[in-house]
């Protein structure tokens, strides 16, 4: 008879017959994850415990067909196909009866979720813990052309409820709208100063888009973007009209996490990121 290590000790057996001697083989879960896919990422959860997982996956776009979901996997040792595997030894969470693989929708209709999948090994948890993120995130980009006293750009970061919950309170407050203004009230008749962010619709003004456009990132990019845009809050550039902007600024958000419009050499405009974004 031949043993192997099992978690939990709870388990039940699965016996088998082999060249007429009775083999015990006692099932360990090895992991649940998904299956790899396109833009599938592994986000780090902080706990150091290697039983539970954090992934994100982008939810599909609108012109994405068909649209693939997530489908999660748990692997046993010794590798057992679906009808070998012992009565209440099943995967739990998301859509399906499988008890090895279950899936995550990502259509637009089902919107961003968070799905936990974990293992039940005859009634006993078998502590893996894998959490899957279908998320939406966005960057826009928005133009006023009106040159009446001056135009403006500005940005915005967006995330949905449920993945927010991943990134660090302190940088919760840049996933919204966010602009850069000169610091004092006399301009434009003084061109260049202390530069302020501005956050929500301080960002914004009085301003409306002429010209606007957004575009999907991905949530690892984002989580990069934001210690870097607080840092700009926290200690802001100098403000130029010539040289460094409210289009500038808009502009380097979306170079942030990826996404690049026009290029912010010589003297851009309002007027002009406007007529970009309504062409391109």
């Avoid at 017959?17 to 099932?27: G, L």
């Avoid at 840049?174 to 619709?201: A, H, K, M, Q």
Wanted: glycine content about 8%; some cysteine; aromatic content about 12%.
């Amino acid at each position: 008879m031949t043993l192997v290590h099992t978690e939990p000790l709870a388990s039940p057996f699965y016996g088998t017959f082999s060249n007429s001697a009775y083999v015990w083989s006692i099932i360990k879960v090895d992991f649940i994850e998904p299956d790899p896919m396109t833009d599938l990422e592994e986000i780090d959860d902080g706990d150091g415990d290697p039983k539970t997982r954090v992934f994100g996956v982008p939810i599909a776009e609108a012109m994405e067909y068909p649209v693939v979901p997530v489908t999660v996997r748990a692997t046993l040792s010794p590798d057992l196909s679906e009808s070998e595997v012992p009565n209440g030894w099943t995967l739990q969470g998301g859509l399906g009866s499988d008890k090895l693989t279950r899936t995550v929708s990502r259509t637009i209709s089902a919107g961003p979720s968070k799905t936990e999948f974990t293992f039940s090994c005859g009634g006993s948890d078998s502590g893996y813990r894998t959490t899957v993120y279908v998320y939406e995130a966005r960057v826009g980009q928005f133009a006023d052309e009106d040159p009446l006293p001056v135009g403006h750009s500005w940005a915005q970061y967006s995330l949905d409820e449920n993945t927010e919950e991943l990134v660090d309170e302190e940088l919760r407050d840049y996933i919204d709208y966010l602009g850069f203004w000169p610091s004092i009230s006399e301009f434009p008749e003084n061109t260049e100063c202390v530069g302020d962010v501005r956050l929500g619709y301080g960002a914004i003004g009085v301003h409306f888009p002429s010209g606007e456009k957004e575009y999907p990132i991905l949530f690892s990019a984002l989580s990069s973007a934001l210690p870097v845009v607080k840092a700009s809050d926290d200690s802001p550039p100098w403000y130029s009209l010539v040289n460094y902007n409210c289009t500038d600024y808009a502009i380097e958000v979306g170079e942030l996490v990826y996404i690049y419009t026009m290029d912010t050499s010589g003297f851009t405009t309002p007027y002009d990121f406007s007529i970009w974004l309504n062409t391109n």
